[in-house]
């Protein structure tokens, strides 16, 4: 057999394990920037009480959880028991982000489903979702005690990632 | 009296007739252009595969809304490149930038193209050396002429 | 009832193909003369199979049989006629069935029309080609069964995509499916004849005009899928480098590097083992364009909706037909390498050098399409590769290419001289450069990129013509010159049609992007727009906003526009129709925007665009079909296997 006529085959051999790998991952899901450098700094009103501004140093010497949502948003609703059941153990306090929506359609979606935040801030402008590199919606940031980024879920919160992810990473971070 | 009443009427009539020339849709033209040019550099993360300038989703509309308050704030475009990419990641960038993660991706077909006219020189030459046209007797001569007069040979 | 017919037909057939591609594989390599014999009838009762259910779940979309699985995803009761039978093909499922009969057709064509072949090599390849339609059925058995019924039948379907109730469906995907898989056929001539272990002119010259066929097909697949997302989207694009378009492209780029590498060895007996190379690698990238579209490993407008178990089976059948030919090249490579000699100045290299950068640009063109998957699988983060990178790449390796289209089509075989091929180029040359300068100052602005693209078509263009009149003066019987020679000509003016229209439209486009009030006017380029109405109408199963625009030049209103923004009923995301006025060197296009709520009176977002030269794009892909298809009806393809013993004998190795 001819040596050289084996490289074709050789290259084509390499392209498939690449092309196998290619098929475990997902290549709409971005990571992100921002794991392990400090959340961007942010002051928002929020959706209760919109006289009153809220913002993320308020959150320092806390682990917390930075959870984006909207009442336009279908995905959300898919997470949203989970969160439900998640606030109710009470292991570290969940922010909710009204991310481009208006305060009476935000405030209806919580009333309609239930309110797992500790508070929600409003963005109406979608600003505050930029800067922190939002660009579907749900998406959610573990952030530690110092103001560090340490984990963005990229669309609904699941049970897996729940147990699996987020969970171990928050009993660390409180250590 | 009168006459000037009916000249400022008639005028007014004009004036109204009129059609208006069309408003560009952007405020700032200058600052339209530079920022439709940075934005066909980066890619809109919500479609697939489209640049940002050119895409009408939501998120896209507001990252054009921000990058035209940049351009504004006579902010670079290295500047600005750097807002978007440290929000987003280098996945951002339509036109991946040129670092060693890439550079098999930028130099690869040169290199390619180089290798391949190498060999190609190589074995045009070699097979010069190699063969010399092979002699026929006059058997098969004969019967190589009744061949190719079956055959047409165009180009 | 008729959706069984359709599947049982399915398992029909993949039992038919199974025997055609065993029995006439065994029956070629054993001489068995009645194995051999069952190609021809076993491929016509495969094509009646799979046309068989073709025609079955055609049925069950025309007569809204929402009880079928996939024609309650792609259908609904107010979807226009046309539509209910383009959108068989809307899908993953029925666009599977619509390879499968592309399949199927091909291998009936070649029953019908190989005459002059010798039978065990139409065996060969039918057996080759049945053994790639077992994949195929067994892919539509096991994971998309387009005949799936559903235990509760909704009232209603979900729609045809609105982006795709349009014409083009009904033209592009049939058209692009006949050639892409149409690469099938030189690969099955290619295997047939490393199986045979003979590999000749004779070969090369059976095979020539059904690569060239195929490769017509993709020619005009591509050219009317880039047409339909002109006029469709609405921002006046005409390329993107989609994944999904670079996985047509790229065998349409090996298509021709083979052609033309088909044609030394049929005149010279030389490039072989590139020949079947590139028939292996073409046909390759058609699969694994099936794969990329199919699996969602790649981000693109085109995916269908994605599912990783159906890339494993694609994976396994691309590495199986795939790897196994590429093994059976390695094997057999040494029996068919070449007797003959050229010149380093002669036709045969700069043929050779076409190839290999027609070839690069091919690999340039697939790296840029995977790197991100291979960054991301080396867990090495996510990155785009967009435009910008292919632009910048694919143009500096393709330029060349036209310039060594023209001195190849001068020199002469095996061998030929500097000298004298500089005299010959000389006057068109100089021609071409004064020229080639001079187009873009009458366009209105220079440009270096213009300046050398447009060098290129005089380039070409101008050659072409003296070439004709030389051939003319030598032999005035026009009717005695071979008509591939006329389809060479016609088809290298078409490429240098084709870049007379890529080079004016991205040098000298303009667009607008304006607010305007009815009775409001923009002008562009010379013409001026004026909006004088809006109005609602409805459709069979959307609502339309239509405006009408007045295309005005010189005071004199030319033609009346009416461009749509359509909000469907199953979809959210409304689609624009744009109005075009097209004319032999310009294009004028209008879309409608949005309604804009600021200010008093009511206004749209209206974008206009003046693009010179951009049908000629397309324009210069047919007259390169054209060119393919002159050349492929060539005389000398059809007359028969003469003193077959002799010819197929082959050149000893």
């Avoid at chain 3, 007569?63 to 996939?70: G, H, K, L, M, P």
């Avoid at chain 3, 040359?429 to 209105?444: E, N």
């Avoid at chain 3, 005035?476 to 439209?505: D, F, L």
Wanted: glycine share 8%.
């Amino acid at each position: 057999m001819n040596r050289k006529a084996l490289i074709p085959l050789g290259i084509f051999a390499v392209l498939v394990v690449f092309l196998a790998i290619g098929l475990t991952r997902d290549p709409h899901e971005i990571p992100s920037p921002f794991i392990g450098k400090p959340a961007p700094a942010f002051t928002a009103p929020q959706l209760q009480t919109p006289e009153q501004t809220f913002s993320g140093k308020d959150m320092l010497g806390k682990v917390w959880i930075l959870n984006t949502w909207a009442s336009w948003c279908v995905a959300c609703r898919q997470e949203h028991p989970i969160l439900m059941e998640f606030a109710k153990t009470k292991t570290i306090p969940v922010i909710g982000l009204d991310y481009k929506d208006q305060n009476t359609e935000g405030l209806k979606w919580l009333a309609r489903y239930g309110d797992p935040y500790d508070l929600s801030i409003t963005d109406q402008d979608g600003r505050i979702g930029i800067d922190f590199g939002v660009y579907g919606v749900p998406e959610s940031f573990l952030i530690d005690k110092m103001g560090i980024i340490r984990y963005k879920q990229i669309g609904p919160v699941t049970e897996e990632a729940l147990r699996d992810k987020i969970l171990p990473m928050v009993r660390e971070l409180q250590k | 009296m009168k006459y000037w009443l009916a000249l400022i009427l008639a005028l007014q009539c004009a004036f109204s007739s009129f059609a208006g020339e069309a408003i560009p849709l952007a405020e700032d033209p200058v600052v339209e252009q530079r920022m439709i040019a940075i934005s066909e550099e980066l890619r809109c993360l919500v479609c697939q595969n489209e640049s940002l300038a050119g895409s009408r989703a939501d998120l896209a509309m507001d990252l054009r809304r921000e990058l035209r308050t940049l351009v504004k704030a006579n902010k670079s475009d290295a500047e600005i490149m750097e807002y978007m990419v440290s929000r987003y990641g280098d996945f951002v960038r339509y036109r991946p930038p040129v670092k060693p993660l890439t550079w098999m991706l930028w130099f690869g077909p040169f290199l390619l193209l180089i290798g391949a006219l190498f060999f190609l020189v190589r074995m045009v030459r070699r097979q010069q050396t190699g063969s010399a046209a092979p002699v026929l007797d006059a058997d098969q001569r004969k019967k190589a002429q009744s061949l190719l007069k079956d055959t047409e040979l165009p180009s | 009832m008729i959706p069984e017919i359709g599947h049982f037909s399915l398992i029909l057939a993949l039992f038919v193909a199974l025997a055609l591609g065993t029995l006439g594989v065994i029956g070629g390599q054993q001489g068995r003369a009645d194995w051999m014999a069952l190609a021809r009838p076993g491929a016509q009762a495969l094509w009646f199979l799979a046309s068989l259910s073709f025609v079955c779940l055609t049925y069950a979309f025309f007569t809204n049989d929402f009880s079928v699985s996939y024609v309650a995803q792609h259908s609904n009761s107010k979807l226009p006629d046309i539509y209910r039978i383009a959108g068989v093909w809307g899908g993953h499922e029925g666009s599977l069935l619509l390879w499968l009969v592309m399949l199927c057709s091909w291998m009936m064509a070649i029953s019908l029309f190989s005459r002059q072949l010798p039978d065990v090599m139409v065996s060969r390849v039918l057996a080759v080609m049945s053994l790639v339609a077992v994949g195929f059925l067994l892919f539509m058995l096991i994971t998309s069964n387009p005949f799936l019924r559903l235990s509760e039948i909704p009232p209603d379907g979900r729609d045809l995509n609105p982006l795709l109730q349009d014409p083009g469906l009904v033209f592009h995907p049939p058209m692009l499916y006949m050639g892409y898989v149409g690469m099938a056929v030189p690969f099955a001539f290619s295997i047939a004849a490393l199986l045979n272990g003979r590999l000749d002119a004779a070969w090369a010259r059976w095979t020539r005009p059904w690569a060239t066929a195929a490769w017509i097909c993709l020619t005009i697949g591509i050219a009317m899928g880039s047409w339909w997302a002109y006029y469709e989207l609405g921002w006046g694009g005409w390329w993107f480098w989609d994944p999904v378009e670079n996985a047509s492209f790229l065998p349409w780029l090996v298509g021709t590097a083979l052609m033309h590498s088909l044609a030394v060895t049929e005149k010279r007996g030389l490039f072989r083992s590139w020949t079947i190379m590139l028939s292996i690698i073409g046909f390759s990238l058609s699969l694994l364009g099936t794969f990329l579209v199919r699996s969602g490993v790649l981000t693109s407008v085109h995916a269908f909706a994605t599912d990783p178990k159906r890339g494993v089976f694609i994976l396994l059948f691309l590495s199986a037909v795939v790897g196994g030919s590429l093994t059976l090249f390695a094997m057999r490579s040494g029996k068919v390498r070449a007797g003959g000699a050229f010149t380093v100045v002669s036709r045969e290299t700069f043929l050779l050098i076409n190839n290999v950068l027609l070839t690069t640009a091919a690999a340039a063109v697939l790296l840029g399409t995977l790197y991100p998957l291979i960054v991301d699988a080396l867990n090495l983060g996510k990155l785009s590769v967009g435009p910008p990178y292919f632009n910048s790449v694919f143009a500096p390796i393709m330029l060349p290419v036209l310039f060594f289209m023209v001195v190849g089509s001068y020199a002469r075989w095996k061998n030929d001289s500097v000298a004298e091929l500089s005299k010959k180029l000389r006057p068109v040359a100089i021609v071409s450069v004064l020229l080639g300068c001079a187009a873009p100052l009458l366009a209105g602005a220079w440009s270096w990129l213009v300046a050398l693209s447009l060098t290129l078509v005089f380039w070409i263009v101008l050659s072409s013509l003296q070439q004709i009149y030389r051939q003319l003066k030598d032999s005035p019987n026009w009717k005695a010159i071979p008509i591939s020679y006329w389809g060479m000509q016609v088809a290298h003016i078409g490429i240098a049609v084709c870049v007379v229209g890529i080079t004016m439209v991205k040098g000298y486009e303009t667009e607008k992007d304006v607010r305007m009030a009815i009775g409001d006017t923009v002008e562009v380029a010379g013409y001026t727009f004026k909006l004088t109405g809006i109005s609602e109408v409805p459709g069979p199963n959307y609502n339309a906003d239509r405006g009408i625009v007045e295309l005005i030049k010189n005071g004199k209103v030319l033609r009346t526009l009416q461009p749509e923004k359509r909000t469907y009923f199953s979809s959210t995301m409304p689609m624009t129709e744009t109005a075009i006025d097209s004319n032999l060197v310009r294009d004028v296009y209008v879309a409608l925007g949005e309604r804009l709520t600021d200010g008093t009176s009511p206004a749209w977002a209206m974008r206009v665009y003046h693009k010179p030269f951009v049908t000629w794009i397309w324009g210069g892909c047919l007259l390169m079909a054209l060119g393919g298809a002159m050349a492929a009806l060539d005389r000398r393809y059809r007359r028969k296997a003469m003193a077959s013993k002799a010819v197929s004998q082959g050149v000893p190795a």
